[in-house]
């Protein structure tokens, strides 16, 4: 495939994650800060982001998994997997976040095993897409090209 | 240490800083940060977001150091380390943020300091600026925050 027709799918696939609400303008500000000081920036944030997070999930599956449910525990892991998530504009992971706390505010065991897989699945969704991203990324950085840059203005 | 600026350029910045457009405003942010070397203290038990606080802090040109504790946050300062601005988010191992920052405050030390958090209530809003910080934040930290808070941090004598 062409340089120009990669990027154009680069800049499609991105905006579509936008639309679909996976990314919000957080990634945007994350895409800033990685220059050439800093080649990898977005790719190693990401990538920090699902190695925490799996750990944070095991976490709560384990936590909710006990005869008593320690929901202060469960609600400090909740809220950090949220504040992460939202740090790198996984707004979905962060939205599943947000309903699974208020579930935990209430200590509702069955509302908080529904988020949990919720937001198991959200993360499971964007990992890919970032996987995808990042893969075109390459693809264009391979072929001697520069990954273009979005505006959030579309 | 003296962290002031020179007292003729005082009245330029100030009056550029008000002039100028928000590219002007960082680059003189850039310049101004060059000329006092600020630094930062980020305190997140969160490797992805400490990680991205201190990177936004760096590409304002502030030096940082970062601790993932509060016990490790509360040593530091206690052995006078003195920084400029001080990041905290609230759920942390050890203490949580509110107990740090009270003792922080306590230690004496009169830095701004900005409450990052993930999850904002009116009542933990209070709770925070009644024991001193000075901005609370919900996360995510976007550039604008420390980017108002530098300016204000360096006109502050020392």
Known sequence: MELVQIQRRLVDYTKSLFMEGFLDAQFLQLQQLQDDSNPDFVFEVVSLFFEDSEKLLNELTIALDQPNVDFKKLDSHVHQLKGSSSSIGAQRVKNA?????????????????TCL?????????????????FRLEQQIMASGGSVPTIELGF | MAHTLPSGDQASDQDKWDSGGLECNGQLLIEIVMRNRLTALVVDGDTTCWVLEQELLHSYGVQTLGVDNSRDAVDLIASDAE?????????????????????IREIGVRCKMLEVTACSGESERQAFLATGVDVFIEKPLDPDHPKGTRWAVSEDPF
Do not use: M, S
Not at chain 1, 117 to 133: G, M, P, R, S
């Open chain 1, 117 to 133: 897989q919720q937001v198991k699945q959200e993360c499971y969704l964007v990992k890919n897409k970032f996987e995808t991203l």
């Open chain 2, 83 to 103: 920084f400029n601005l001080i990041i905290i988010e609230n759920i942390l191992p050890v203490l949580n943020g509110l107990e740090v920052t009270r003792q």
């Open chain 1, 97 to 113: 976040c947000i309903a699974f706390r208020n579930y935990c505010d209430v200590q509702n065991i069955e509302g908080c095993l």
